[in-house]
């Protein structure tokens, strides 16, 4: 892999990653750790480095020896802007890394709303659980992050989710302090179906108006 190129992708030198491409070095070269020269650029959110590698041909959805993807590193880091370009470039926003995590996971663990609600309307699972059986509702409530917690629930996750330690969102809300989060869990626990979930995140990829809709699943549910 040409070091020059890794340098540049790194550091985010646009100008002379465009000229290398040009002399026709590959943009999907791929180093001993499974990374190609967007990976790097990815981890400093580069935004117009990780354009020109698009634009190059490089695979958005290449996967490292550890199972992650460009799109991880850079809600990682955080980077809206570089997050929303791969997902227009076809970034799969379920990929796994080996340990159960999907972006989603990350941006739910540091509190990225934004973010978060890029990769809802993208399609990602907000219920994917990790090999721990953690869950990104699981985070947003440990942590305290109210509107995320609230943004979650509307696309689907599930409240009554448990880890392998048989704790739930709410038990974590409640041990750090987070009593808004805990009655809004609360609101929702038991009331939810398997179906209804399914129907709220159909809801929200389709990007409906949801204002209205968990009232309604609740009330409905209530009266079954």
């Known amino acids: 892999m040409s070091s020059n190129f890794i340098e540049a992708c790194k550091e985010g030198h646009f100008k002379a990653i465009e000229l290398l491409l040009k002399a026709g070095t590959n943009p999907n070269q791929v180093d001993k750790w499974g990374n190609t020269p967007l990976f790097w650029a990815a981890c400093g959110g580069h935004f117009k480095a990780i354009e020109l590698l698009l634009k190059a041909g490089t695979n958005s959805n290449q996967v490292d020896n550890y ?5 991880y590193w850079v809600v990682y880091g955080g980077h809206f802007k570089a997050v929303e370009l791969l997902l227009k470039a076809g970034a799969d926003p379920n990929q796994v890394d080996k340990c159960g995590n999907t972006p989603l996971y990350w941006a739910s663990y540091y509190g990225y709303l934004e973010i978060i609600e890029l990769l809802l309307k993208a399609g990602v699972n907000p219920n994917q659980a990790n090999i721990y059986r953690n869950t990104p509702l699981y985070w947003a409530s440990y942590y305290g992050y109210l509107e995320i917690v609230e943004l979650l ?3 689907g996750a599930d409240p009554n989710q448990i880890n392998n330690d048989g704790r739930a969102p709410s038990y974590c809300a409640e041990d750090n302090g987070h009593s808004e989060i805990v009655e809004l869990l609360n ?3 038991n009331k939810i179906s398997s179906l209804s979930l399914l129907c709220l995140r159909t809801i929200y990829r389709n990007q409906i ?3 209205n809709i968990p009232s309604m699943i609740l009330e409905w549910n209530f009266h079954q």
């Open 153 to 155: 629930l509307k696309a």
């Open 67 to 71: 199972g992650n993807t460009p799109l």
């Open 187 to 189: 609101s929702y626990k």
């Open 209 to 211: 108006n949801t204002d």
